[in-house]
């Protein structure tokens, strides 16, 4: 496959695509019918069917009965701990081996030129940042998702919050189920935001941050604090009316959904010709320049609040923008704070 007829390579060797990233025309005013229509099946395919049929296979065969959830347990939780851990090696693993450690696309449609092995650095444990990422994902990512998923199937089970059934309510669930990745993206813009803040960058985000180059293991690769904001998204259902389904659909997306934004590639090839598009790289320009892209292409967040890039040259031209702008802010409130120590 010949990533050419798709993007550029610079001098540097960085691919990028030729087209800019544009926002889903979910929030498009005036509405755009047409547009939405055409969007749709990227809405579900392939990803967000995945991360639904993760965890309807979860309620069939992994959770156990209402019964046993009533009462917390370690038996139950140490098995839906293994069962996440076993679940993230193998989807993570599957796309490490097929990009990163068999390299069956070369650097076709990669962002960076480099693979992570090929670099060391003392920002990371043992200074390999696929190891580092590892130990972060198991350790502590896992281990908070399950957690989470505990507590949230321990309050449904006990009656805490309202356990809606699908024969009951199957059109409010159905669109509930719908809006899942709207939940998500807003809650992971407003947390996003919040650890960008210099005092939760500098002691939390840059553990997710040193991974520069991103890959598959990057993804869970956070500061346990991190981990606890990102997978709370799951705690929106113990407010709102739902069902346990949903909720786990919710984590789920969450702890699986973080993949295709680190993957590094734009494209996966499937076959001979088959390519899979991984929506990354408005992530990736995320890691690369760190003050632009805090959500995704959903919902239009970062064009409402001015931290957009596209991709393009004018994206770059807009950010840099800001960039001076905020530069001009800090020298000239220093220069009062210095005029008035006079």
């Not at 889903?24 to 939405?36: D, E, G, I, S, V």
């Not at 059934?165 to 813009?189: D, G, K, N, T």
């Not at 929106?236 to 590639?265: D, E, M």
């Amino acid at each position: 496959m010949d990533d050419a007829i798709y993007g550029t390579r610079n001098k540097r060797g960085d691919w990028s695509p030729s087209e800019r990233i544009e926002c889903a025309p979910l929030f498009a005013l005036p509405p755009r019918p047409r547009a939405l229509l055409a969007w749709l099946p990227h809405y579900f395919l392939p990803w967000n069917v995945i991360f639904a049929l993760l965890a309807v296979a979860y309620w069939a065969w992994i959770i156990p009965d209402t019964e046993t959830l009533r009462t917390l347990g370690w038996g139950w939780a140490l098995r839906l701990y293994a069962v996440n851990a076993v679940a993230t090696f193998l989807f993570y693993g599957a796309f490490e081996l097929h990009l990163y450690v068999l390299r069956r696309q070369g650097r076709r449609f990669k962002y960076h030129p480099k693979f992570p092995s090929e670099q060391r650095s003392k920002a990371f444990w043992f200074e390999r940042q696929n190891i580092d990422n590892i130990l972060r994902t198991f350790l502590s990512g896992v281990t908070i998702w399950t957690a989470i998923e505990v507590i949230v199937l321990w309050a449904f089970a006990n009656g805490y919050v309202p356990w809606l059934s699908f024969a009951q309510h199957p059109l409010y669930l159905a669109a509930l189920a719908l809006v899942v990745p709207i939940i998500h993206e807003f809650h992971f813009f407003c947390i996003h935001r919040l650890i960008h803040t210099p005092f939760l960058y500098r002691w939390v985000h840059s553990v997710h941050h040193n991974s520069v180059n991103p890959s598959p293991w990057s993804s869970l690769s956070m500061h346990p604090v991190e981990h606890l904001l990102y997978l709370s998204t799951a705690f929106y259902h113990l407010i709102i009316p739902s069902n346990p389904l949903i909720a786990l659909y919710q984590l789920h997306f969450a702890a699986f959904g973080a993949i295709p934004g680190h993957v590094g590639f734009h494209k996966i090839e499937v076959g001979a010709n088959g390519l899979i598009d991984s929506h990354a790289y408005e992530h990736y320009l995320h890691h690369k320049y760190f003050e632009v892209n805090y959500g995704a292409a959903l919902i239009p967040l970062d064009k409402w609040f001015g931290t957009w890039h596209d991709g393009s040259a004018e994206g770059e031209a807009r950010m840099q923008e800001r960039y001076r702008r905020r530069k001009e802010r800090i020298a000239a409130r220093k220069a009062a704070q210095a005029a008035a120590g006079r």
